[in-house]
């Protein structure tokens, strides 16, 4: 019988032990919580000598074990003031808490001694001490304790407008609060009532508070319930109690003979198991319908919103279906979407769904404090820690931000490790804390949120560049149409110009091929005129006077061949479809540039094809691009002695005519060969030269759908060979 009367210290002595190792372990290493270990621990030692003294056979060794341990129990009430002073953030009083301290001192000093227990005396129940002189005084103050502290909370409960943290104090005052009423019950039988001490049972409100541990983080810890855990304490507990019911039935069955046969054990094993299988299985339905209720239905529901806001492409649809969905299935009090907007500065900005103008703000900036914490950790932001960091400023300005738009928790919506947005959720209309389970689904669907956030605006960008693609095309195509043809404009200006400067260049030197065959003709024929006009009539012609008459017909035809050719070179057009002998587009260039080069040590190998066949384009143009590239070699090869060699081939298997202007000048470097087709690029001294005459060329050959390259040349100087489609 003593077995069971030992059960209640046992499991109020487990409680104490677990609440402990949870506050110890996961507990913030801040004022409460080391206070509340202090606690779990004095209540520890309380129940631990309560049960050796029930079980004790020895009257004088219960009394040691008790005077020992009220060494320390002592201290428990200043403890249980101190804590509760500090939970409830109770300004002032601080000699009421000294004196606690005080007077426990005071009061440790005669435990030993018979005027603190006077003797153990025998109950029903086991031993248990008898108070001496002194000990009404501790009864007194345990009993004035457990009021003040019932009366605070109460306060306290009467104040809070919160729902939240009313019922956090709710539990703390059914729970710990409670647990002084119950603890101040076992001086009953030290004054020497024989009644089984109903502190003992303390592990009903300690049982209370632990609920409320979980299901509102009581102590800050971080601990919010999983189903995991419950089901593991449940296990445990169950097990604790079916340990207890065998050692019951094996004290209960030692006189009965049946209990010797080897078949009683596995009676009762089948026993038990028909008995506990049932009863954890009732249990757990009740901790679901407690702990989890509505859980799954609002687990179904938000699954199927992250697979409907997946196939959505319109943010507004999306943000509404989040926040409709949530504030129903959760009952949470309010939930608003903020979304990141770029377009004048980094902000984010409310989505309007269903707005009320009262609440504010609707916009926070990149810079605010609530945001900046949530760019650095990328993690959901609850209130509740928030609320025991006020000693930090930072934290502080959180919290305010958290507050004004109403916010118990903050999920921030990352997409790339980008904060993106967030969702803003008030407390449950319950009054209950968001649990881990909670917790864990409402992460994953903000994320997942963000995710189907950024497909939608990727949709809508796409959709409008289909829309406008066409308009856009269209002015793109003007835009082009009309810098084409402005290029064309000045490309033909510069061809044009530089065609005329490369004449007006060469007009000085073709002056003085025309003077010559002119003046020879001039002075033959004036000769031939004087001879002539002196000689008689009946006197036949000298032969001399028809040969200076011969000579003086070629000079000026030498002269008319000169001027047809700067002529032709010179003459501005632009047909492209007359038909061009490249023959003879060479030999007037050269016929041209005749001056620069015949008194040099140049020597012009000229190799002409027969039966060249035409080709169709601009003849001042070709004739341009044939008198830049021989002028080009004229002036690498001198003054040194050299060849220019000029030559013209037809492919008649490409239908091409070929045009190759090869010298055995220096050559170019092979640095810059890849430079040499371009625009006012130049090797020559300043004034020398614009660097435009090879990018004509170049541009001319092009507009003929020919090519003009420079190749390698087995004579180590520049070949550059033109090639015309026939």
């Known amino acids: 019988m003593r077995l069971l009367y030992s059960i209640p210290p046992f499991l109020t002595l487990c409680c104490f032990v677990c609440l402990a190792y949870l506050s110890a372990s996961h507990g913030k290493k801040n004022k409460i919580n080391r206070l509340f270990t202090l606690i779990c621990i004095l209540g520890a030692f309380l129940y631990t000598d309560i049960l050796v003294i029930f079980n004790c056979k020895s009257a004088q060794t219960a009394l040691f074990i008790s005077r020992l341990d009220h060494s320390f129990v002592v201290y428990l009430i200043p403890l249980y003031i101190h804590f509760f002073h500090v939970y409830l953030k109770i300004p002032g009083r601080i000699w009421l808490i000294r004196s606690a301290y005080l007077f426990a001192f005071m009061l440790m000093c005669f435990t030993p001694t018979p005027l603190f227990i006077a003797e153990m005396q025998r109950h029903s129940f086991g031993y248990y001490g008898k108070g001496g002189a002194l000990y009404i005084l501790m009864v007194i103050e345990t009993a004035c304790a457990a009021v003040y502290v019932l009366v605070l909370i109460y306060q306290a409960i009467q104040r809070e407008t919160q729902s939240i943290l009313k019922n956090r104090l709710k539990y703390l005052f059914c729970g710990f609060g409670i647990l002084g009423f119950l603890i101040d019950m076992n001086t009953l039988p030290l004054l020497g009532y024989s009644i089984y001490p109903l502190g003992n049972f303390s592990f009903i409100p300690l049982s209370i508070f632990a609920v409320g541990l979980f299901r509102y983080d009581l102590l800050d810890m971080g601990i919010l319930i999983r189903k995991s855990v419950i089901y593991s304490i449940l296990s445990i507990m169950l097990t604790l109690i079916y340990s207890l019911f065998v050692t019951i039935i094996n004290k209960t069955v030692t006189d009965i003979k049946a209990s010797d046969s080897a078949y009683f054990p596995l009676f009762l094993f089948i026993v038990v198991s028909l008995v506990f299988g049932p009863v954890k299985t009732r249990i757990q339905i009740l901790v679901d319908r407690y702990f989890f209720k509505g859980k799954y239905d609002y687990r179904q529901t938000i699954k199927h919103l992250s697979q409907t806001i997946s196939a959505v492409m319109d943010i507004r649809q999306i943000a509404a279906l989040l926040v409709e969905t949530i504030s129903g299935s959760m009952q949470v009090s309010n939930c608003f979407m903020y979304l990141s907007d770029d377009s004048k500065s980094p902000s984010y900005v409310r989505c309007r769904i269903n707005d009320d103008p009262s609440l504010l703000p609707t916009v926070f900036s990149g810079n605010s404090p609530m945001v900046i914490w949530m760019k650095r950790r990328l993690q959901p932001l609850r209130k509740e820690p928030l609320m025991q960091q006020f000693e930090d400023a930072f934290s502080r300005q959180v919290y305010a931000e958290m507050e004004s738009i109403q916010a118990a928790v903050v999920f921030p919506m990352v997409f790339q490790n980008t904060l993106n947005g967030f969702?803003?959720?008030?407390?449950?209309?319950?009054?209950?804390?968001?649990?881990?389970?909670?917790?864990?689904?409402?992460?994953?669907?903000?994320?997942?949120?963000?995710?189907?956030?950024?497909?939608?605006?990727?949709?809508?960008?796409?959709?409008?560049?289909?829309?406008?693609?066409?308009?856009?095309?269209?002015?793109?195509?003007?835009?082009?149409?009309t810098v084409i043809i402005e290029k064309d404009k000045a490309m033909e200006l510069l061809i044009r110009s530089e065609s005329l400067a490369a004449i007006g260049t060469l007009v000085a030197g073709a002056a003085h091929e025309l003077n010559n065959p002119l003046a020879s003709a001039i002075s033959l024929i004036q000769s031939t005129l004087e001879d002539i006009s002196s000689r008689d009539v009946d006197t036949p012609l000298n032969s001399a006077i028809l040969d200076d008459l011969d000579f003086a017909g070629k000079e000026l035809a030498r002269a008319k061949a000169i001027v047809s050719s700067l002529l032709a070179l010179s003459r501005q057009t632009q047909t492209y479809t007359e038909a061009i002998d490249l023959n003879t587009v060479v030999k007037d260039a050269l016929q041209v540039l005749r001056n620069l080069y015949k008194n040099q040590k140049i020597e012009i190998s000229e190799q002409y094809a027969e039966d060249l066949p035409l080709v169709y384009g601009n003849f001042a143009g070709i004739g341009q691009v044939a008198l830049n590239i021989i002028q080009n070699a004229i002036q690498a090869t001198a003054p040194s002695l050299g060849t220019i060699f000029l030559r013209t081939a037809v492919d008649r298997n490409r239908h091409q005519v070929i045009f190759e202007c090869e010298d055995t000048g220096p050559g170019i470097p092979d640095a810059i060969r890849q430079d040499i087709f371009k625009p006012f690029f130049t090797t020559k001294a300043v004034g020398k030269g614009t660097g435009l005459g090879l990018y004509i060329c170049h541009s001319i050959v092009e507009r003929h759908g020919g090519t003009l390259t420079l190749e390698k040349s087995l004579m180590k100087g520049a070949l550059f060979v033109v090639k015309l489609p026939v």
């Open 423 to 481: 969702l803003a959720i008030g407390d449950k209309k319950s009054g209950d804390l968001f649990l881990a389970d909670d917790m864990d689904l409402l992460e994953t669907l903000a994320n997942q949120s963000s995710l189907s956030i950024e497909n939608a605006k990727s949709y809508q960008k796409i959709e409008y560049l289909n829309k406008n693609l066409e308009e856009k095309v269209a002015e793109r195509t003007l835009e082009l149409q």
